[in-house]
C-alpha cells in the first residue's frame, strides 16, 4: 500500500497567485515527520518544510506553509506569490519509526510537477 | 544548511565495467547516509540505509552483490555498481542525516547521472 501519496502529477500556477500541493499518508506509528522537497531540472533536493507528528501549529518558512491535517492524515504544502523560479518538481516525504540514530529513513511521494506560469 | 557532496556528478562506463560513487557530508558527521535512485519524472527509490561501521541495509528487491556499499567514515558512504549493465543507468543521489540538524533533516548531494553504454 502506498504510504504517501501525491495524487497531482503535474500543476499550473498564474506567477504571484497561490497553489496548494495536495499530500496524503499513512501510518500507524504515533511519531512520525512529514517533510517537502523541491528538486529543480538540475535533481537537486532541495528540503523546504518539516512538520512533526506532535506539532501543535502548522509550519511555516517564508513563502512555504503546511497545511496539517491529522485526523486526515494530509500534509498539503501552500506556496503564496508564486515566483518563475518555484517550477520544479516537489516531492513529499515522511519519516516514520525514527528512535534514536539509526533509522530514519524517507518514503517518497510520486511527486508533483510544478510549473509557473508569467 | 549542511553541505553534501557527491563525485562524480555524471559518468559514462561501458557495460561490464564497475563504478564507485562517493557521497561527503563536508560540515557535518553522518553516521547514516542513505542512497536513492531516481527515474526520469519518477520519485525517489531509497536503495540502502548507510550506517557508519556496520554493514548497510538493503531495501527490498536491490542487489547488495550489485550495489556494493561503504561507509568508511562518519563523513563519506560510497557506492559501488558492480558490473554495470544499460538498465543500470540511472540518476543515483545519496543523502546525510544530521542528528544536530533542527528537525534531524536529511541533506541531499547533487546527484550523479550514470550512462552505462
Known amino acids: 500500500a502506498q504510504k504517501i501519496t501525491q495524487t497531482q502529477p503535474g500543476m499550473f500556477v498564474q506567477e504571484k497567485e497561490a497553489v496548494t500541493l495536495d499530500c496524503t499518508y499513512d501510518?500507524?506509528?504515533?511519531?512520525?515527520?512529514l517533510f517537502w522537497y523541491k528538486q529543480p531540472s538540475s535533481g537537486e533536493m532541495i528540503f523546504l518544510i518539516y512538520q512533526g507528528s506532535y506539532d501543535q501549529q502548522n509550519a511555516t518558512e517564508g513563502r512555504y506553509s503546511l497545511n496539517f491535517q491529522k485526523a486526515r492524515k494530509s500534509a498539503n504544502l501552500v506556496i503564496s506569490a508564486s515566483q518563475l523560479g518555484d517550477s520544479a518538481m516537489y516531492f513529499c516525504a515522511m519519516r516514520e519509526g525514527y528512535r534514536g540514530n539509526q533509522g530514519g529513513k524517507l518514503i517518497f511521494g510520486q511527486g508533483t510537477e510544478l510549473s509557473v506560469k508569467p | 544548511g549542511a553541505v553534501v557532496s557527491q563525485h562524480p556528478s555524471r559518468v559514462i562506463c561501458k557495460s561490464g565495467t564497475s563504478v564507485k560513487i562517493e557521497c561527503r557530508s563536508l560540515?557535518?558527521?553522518?553516521?547514516?547516509m542513505f542512497w536513492y535512485r531516481q527515474f526520469p519524472k519518477k520519485s525517489l527509490m531509497l536503495m540502502a540505509t548507510?550506517?557508519?561501521?556496520?554493514?548497510?541495509?538493503?531495501e527490498q528487491g536491490v542487489e547488495k552483490d550489485k550495489f556494493l556499499i561503504n561507509h568508511a567514515s562518519l563523513t563519506l558512504s560510497t557506492l559501488t555498481v558492480t558490473s554495470a549493465h544499460p538498465e543500470d543507468s540511472s540518476f543515483y543521489i545519496c543523502?546525510?542525516?544530521?542528528?544536530?540538524?533542527?528537525?534531524?533533516?536529511?541533506?541531499f548531494g547533487p546527484g550523479t547521472r550514470l550512462t552505462v553504454l
Open positions: 501510518t500507524s506509528d504515533p511519531s512520525y515527520g
Open positions: 560540515d557535518f558527521q553522518a553516521t547514516t
Open positions: 548507510s550506517n557508519e561501521g556496520s554493514k548497510a541495509t538493503y
Open positions: 543523502s546525510a542525516r544530521d542528528i544536530q540538524g533542527a528537525y534531524n533533516e536529511q541533506f
